[in-house]
């Protein structure tokens, strides 16, 4: 399941360009909390606490015990990660959006999907493993939504798929995308790779005799 964690939140009640500048420049992360018919709220978070979360994390769905301080008054919320803002050059989290949750109520979210294992269409026939999505639609309890969904595709033959129906999902846990989609296939290998696997010589590489400037037949 993802993994629940706490983080120590405190309201942000600045607002504009310049106040979301200061929350970075003391070492915040602005963020927001909505969700679970809750009236969205401002936030602040310490960067260093999130990005040390993030890097322990296989993904981004992580489910956190938000602990908000507001002065004497400490409120917790349970939220999960939903949408993480990095900065294109620099290593810095610009903003995190946090989706309120209840751990009676179901909750959906897109999880990564990764295969393990060699296809035997791929080992001994030179095909080529090719992935069609990255991520799948879950819809579950907070207490049994995964961290990652893994496949594996040892037993493919080239030619053969797998579709969202053939995932096997933890209990609890029921995928929303199309039963028909494709997930993993190992397509046909391309001629080379085939001749190559199989040990056919490759044609040979015609040479023409370069002719140099005056030769050619006598009259």
Not at 12 to 30: C, I, L, S
């Amino acid at each position: 399941m993802a993994k629940q964690v706490t983080l120590t939140a405190r309201p942000r009640t600045e607002q504009g360009r310049n106040a979301v500048k200061r929350v970075r420049a003391r070492g915040g992360v602005p963020a927001v909390i909505y969700g679970h018919h809750k009236t969205p709220a401002n936030l602040e978070i310490s960067h260093r606490e999130l990005e040390k979360l993030l890097s322990h994390a296989v993904g981004e769905n992580i489910l956190v015990e938000l602990s908000i301080e507001d002065g004497a008054d400490k409120t917790t919320q349970l939220s999960l990660i939903q949408e993480v803002q990095h900065h294109i050059l620099r290593p810095q989290i610009l903003h995190v959006d946090f989706l309120a949750v209840s751990m009676t109520e179901k909750i959906t979210a897109d999880i990564t999907i990764e295969p393990f294992g060699e296809p035997d269409g791929v080992k001994n026939f030179g095909g080529l493993l090719e992935q069609s999505i990255r991520t799948i639609s879950l819809r579950c309890l907070p207490k049994n939504l995964p961290e990652l969904i893994k496949v594996d595709v040892s037993a493919l033959k080239v030619g053969e798929s797998i579709h969202i129906r053939d995932v096997q999902l933890p209990e609890g846990v029921e995928a929303l995308d199309d039963a028909d989609l494709t997930v993993f296939i190992v397509a046909e290998p391309t001629v080379a790779a085939a001749a190559t696997a199989t040990g056919a010589p490759a044609a040979p590489e015609v040479l023409k005799e370069k002719k140099t400037e005056g030769s050619g037949d006598k009259k």
